[in-house]
C-alpha cells in the first residue's frame, strides 16, 4: 500500500486507499457512529482518542473500564442484538474474520453502511491497524504516538540468541484446544522463538489429544481466555504431562491486538527470561 507522509512523518495511508482486509475501499469519516465487535479493537479506538465515536460494542470489550462502561452493549462476539444495534444507526461496524462469525456480519451489513473487516495476523501488523484507524477516524497523531510506542517495545525483543522450543497454547478445556502456527498467538510466539504445535494443524483452532502431542512440547502454556485456566487445571495438565513446564499466561496480552500489543511485547520478553535487549 502506498503511503502519505503527512506533517508528523510517518506515512500514513492515503485518503484514496484506505482498504480493510477484504480489500474494501473507505473514506475518511471523523463523525462515524461505530458498533464495535471486536475487544482488542475497542481499547485501540479508546486509546485513539475515538471513544466519543463508538456507540455499541460487545459484552467482552471491557477495556479500558471507565471508559467502555459509558458504552452500549450490543451483545457478544458471536451473537448479537440485531434491533438493538439498528436503533443505535451505526455508520461503521469493525469486526474481525476470526471473531466474528460470517451470517451475523451479513446480517448487520443490511442497514449498516460500512463494514471493516479487520485480519492482523502477526506483531507487525499492528503498525498498519495504528495507520489504518487513525486515517480512518481522524486519529493520525495519535496513531503515529501508538506507531513509535509499538516499534521501542518491539526493539526490546532479542532478535538473536532465543533458544527454539516448541511450545504449545491451550485456549480451551474438555475438549483440549489450541491454536494454530499461522494465528495472531502462534506468529507472536514465535518472536521469542516458541513455535507453535501442531505444526501441521488442520484448522485455526484446532482439538488435540493432548496426551500424544504434549510429549512433544517444552512449554504448555494455559491462558486466560476464551477459558480461564486455573491452578488446578494447571495440576491437571502437568500430571498429564509431567515433562513439561506448565505455566498459566496472560491471554489478553498474547492474543489481542491493537494497543494491547505494545504492552503484550514486553510480556513476551519476560516469558522468555531474556535479560537486557538487542536491536532488531
Known sequence: MAGATSQDGVAHPPESDLRDALGT??????????????????????????????VGRTGYCIHPAHVVKRIAKVGGT????????????????????????????????????????????????????YRFFGALFGARARALALCQAFETAWSRIPAVGLPVRPVLYLIWRDPWMTVAPDTYIGNMLACIGWHQLPVDAPARYPKIDLESL???????????????????????????????????????????????????LDYLAQLAEVPGSTKR
Open 214 to 264: 504434549g510429549g512433544r512440547a517444552d512449554i504448555v502454556l494455559l491462558s486466560s481466555e476464551p477459558y480461564r485456566f486455573t491452578q488446578a487445571d494447571r495440576h491437571d495438565v502437568q500430571s498429564i504431562l509431567p515433562g513439561c513446564d506448565v505455566r498459566l499466561v496472560d491471554g489478553e496480552m498474547l492474543s489481542w491486538y491493537g494497543s494491547r500489543a505494545i504492552a503484550g
Open 25 to 54: 475501499q473507505h473514506r475518511p469519516d471523523p463523525n462515524a457512529r461505530i458498533v464495535c465487535l471486536v475487544p482488542s479493537l475497542t481499547e485501540l479506538l479508546c486509546e485513539l482518542g475515538l471513544a466519543g465515536l463508538i
Open 78 to 129: 458471536k451473537q448479537v442484538n440485531l434491533e438493538k444495534i439498528r436503533r443505535l444507526a451505526p455508520s461503521h461496524l469493525i469486526v474481525n474474520i476470526d471473531e466474528n462469525e460470517r451470517p451475523t456480519v451479513e446480517a448487520l451489513a443490511e442497514f449498516v453502511p460500512h463494514v471493516v473487516v479487520t485480519h492482523p495476523q502477526a506483531p507487525l501488523d499492528n503498525l498498519a491497524l
